[in-house]
């Protein structure tokens, strides 16, 4: 398994200097600390950004990185509000790409950080060759995933791809 | 869905009187607000207790109640050190029911907890029915799962069943 | 002893909606609970705002309620941007207003929340009346207290006031 | 200042292995982390034990090193079992110690260490020549300090040293 980083809330932190909430370092390797897997998968930091600042180019290397890699099963890290969208640009027959990434960042107590990113190993392990989007504990095909800005939670579009 | 709570390291709690771990109250409660479920699964408590002191009343309760219930998704919230034992006695051949617990509470950092209950879920909502331990960020058929007590792990046995 | 809230970034929570900080409700409650106090504090609510958008009204209602308490040890939950300026305005003879507040809201790990909690309480317990602010550590006389906004820490000015 | 650490609960870990709490390494690296000190303290590590395995050996090498110390503010993080009986007999007139301690473990959720760390950052500021104990959000005389087991809270004792 890979990890491909791509930014997101999840790894955001509260910067005191400009009161904001910036990308410096990834939260990945104290979430892998937690998650006390039996077997470590590779990390790839692509780029920290949120995912409305993603750009063509940050995407194509995303779509060139999961086309390339060796492994078979893949995690994307990545930003909310443009989840959908960036998932369904990675469209794969031969390989298993699970995107997740969380509402709260993963330092931010009741963060839903490690919780999505036990339901995003676990789809990535069980799940046939195709594109999901694992968030409020669903495991969600990319073609039925949909946020509602509103209520800031994923859920089933039946009807999405008529 | 319905979790049944059977304690486990994972509901412990410090106590300053006590200098000691006990039970009191179960955490599960904070567990899935911090979850943001699509959608929220039943909670039956059956008993708080370290796997070592369940009876076998206790576990008879466990057994049938996975029985009667209506629902065909079931997550057993339990200790480790018995965990494969008792998950055996639940085999059943028209539900899924998966165990999970932590090595670390769940109100220690660096907990385990969250991401666990992250991996049950989604094993729980994937898998065929069955008996299954999700530890590790694994999910072992309750057949071929085995603790190592040397080093908190669980990891597939291939030979167990012979 | 009592406690008068005036909002901060120690009170500030991350909303997944709007994806910003906001307020809502304060923390004041768990800190007290972790705190673990011999003797409870009053607690009195003014306004949970950013030291930033605190009006004229608002700061002389403080002033106001510092003056007309009976209490005559006093603890200001507020916003470090402005905290200097606004406790310059509360000068008093004969009661101890100790001003705090964190760099870090209360709920993201590593917070400077509790510890700021803990000096505050303290010096307001030990000091003479007057009005001081504790941050990183150090008990300042408003008259002497600075935050340095490119480092996001407060230290002493000794020729402030010539 | 300097911190002299003597283990007690603030300091404990829980280890999955043995199912217990155990020392390891210190937290005080953290806590200082976590406190935006103006100015760091100097840090010696004398023992990491719970306070009723301290022996006499233990407990003179603390009373030698208050003694040599050139610092004339000393923190000592020690055990709350046996705090009010080690703190006596670091009776001194030229320095101000001040002994603290957690009821829970700094890496609970909940715990009241770094709002310990902070009341006794203060009062080792503040205080004058002495030895105390800061618990509860109060300085105490060590001489009319006492620890209620069953409520496991210090308090006042005014009439235990007639």
């Not at 930003?79 to 330092?107: H, Y």
Request: with cysteine.
């Amino acid at each position: 398994m890979e990890i491909f980083l791509c930014g997101g809330t999840i790894d955001k932190h509260y910067d005191p200097v400009s009161e904001t909430f910036v990308f410096s370092d990834t939260h990945i390797y104290e979430m892998l600390h937690q998650a006390r897997l039996a077997k470590h998968p590779k990390v790839t930091k692509l780029f920290l950004k949120d995912s409305l600042d993603i750009s063509d180019t940050d995407s194509s290397e995303l779509i060139r990185c999961c086309r390339q890699t060796m492994e078979t099963k893949i995690l994307v890290v990545h930003g909310t509000s443009r989840m959908v969208e960036l998932a369904s640009k990675c469209w794969n027959q031969t390989k298993t790409i699970v995107f997740f990434g969380s509402m709260l960042p993963f330092n931010v107590s009741d963060s839903d950080a490690m919780f999505n990113f036990g339901t995003a190993i676990m789809a990535c392990n069980l799940k046939a060759p195709g594109v999901y989007i694992t968030m409020n504990g669903l495991c969600l095909d990319v073609k039925e995933a949909k946020k509602d800005v509103k209520t800031a939670t994923f859920h089933k579009v039946e009807s999405k791809c008529k």
